[in-house]
């Protein structure tokens, strides 16, 4: 948590029996200026805490990136998953949430804040993207959203989500994020791999350009052979 209103959220949505004896993952769980690490092992008594970071720090018991979060842990393998002001950091955004939502059991609950348009850059090591209210609620429409609000102190998004027992992915393939490189909303990831695509494409042409001109220099050679 980035501010005193993101404790506030914290602290009105959850109460203790949600957390009690259950198994939470945090997801960028490294102190940077404060955390609800402390809170939670204090006063809402869960079973297991498990905070994951890119890096060590203080709050970080496994140096593990969010996107393998899956392979590392399995699928369904959490009660509580907590990831406050991370999202905008990772620059394969749909692949962290698609794997927030496998590793959370179902019935389980998803506590997320985020950064919005118009709040500055601020890179740990990086700073990609700005969701809106409506991005969050169109990316967690596959949940049962419990609370989502707008942060009162700064641009930003809270959001308190449950995971149906009959769950269906929503296919984030086509929502467009505001990038904070290209400063307008775009696909990145998805235009990257286009890119991808138009340069293996160009590769395969340049090596069947070199195949053909070298078969066509053949049947030269056996034409002029043929007419000596």
């Known amino acids: 948590m980035c501010n005193l209103s993101g404790f506030e959220f914290f602290y009105k949505n959850n109460n203790p029996e949600e957390f009690k004896e259950k198994t939470i993952l945090e997801i960028g769980s490294k102190l940077v200026y ?30 593990l990136p969010a ?3 899956v392979e590392y842990f399995g699928k369904e393998s959490f009660d509580i998953i907590i990831s406050t002001e991370l ?8 692949k962290v949430i698609v794997n927030i ?4 059991k179902s019935g389980g609950i998803l506590i997320l804040t985020t950064r919005s348009k ?14 809106e209210v409506e991005d ?27 995971k149906p027992v009959k769950f269906n992915a929503t296919d984030l393939s086509n929502i467009k994020i505001y990038s904070m490189r290209s400063n307008n909303r775009n696909n990145t990831i998805l235009q ?3 890119k ?32 000596k």
């Not at 009162?152 to 989500?161: D, Q, R, S």
């Open 136 to 162: 969050i609620e169109r990316i967690f429409e596959d949940f049962e959203i419990i609370s989502l609000q707008q942060d009162p102190e700064a641009p930003g998004v809270f959001i308190k989500a449950m």
């Open 87 to 94: 999202l905008e950091h990772v620059k394969d955004w749909r």
């Open 101 to 104: 939502k496998n590793v959370l």
């Open 196 to 227: 991808n695509r138009n340069k293996l494409n160009l590769s395969l042409f340049k090596k069947l350009k070199h195949v053909l001109a070298l078969y066509l220099k053949r049947i030269e050679k056996k034409i002029f052979s043929f007419l």
């Open 34 to 63: 404060c955390s609800v690490k402390p809170f939670v092992l204090k006063f809402l008594c869960p079973k297991k805490y498990i905070g994951i970071d890119i890096e060590p720090g203080k709050f970080v018991d496994i140096v």
């Open 192 to 194: 990257n791999k286009q």
């Open 118 to 131: 118009g709040f500055p850059a601020h890179g740990y090591p990086h700073d990609f993207w700005r969701f």
């Open 67 to 69: 996107e393998k979060i």
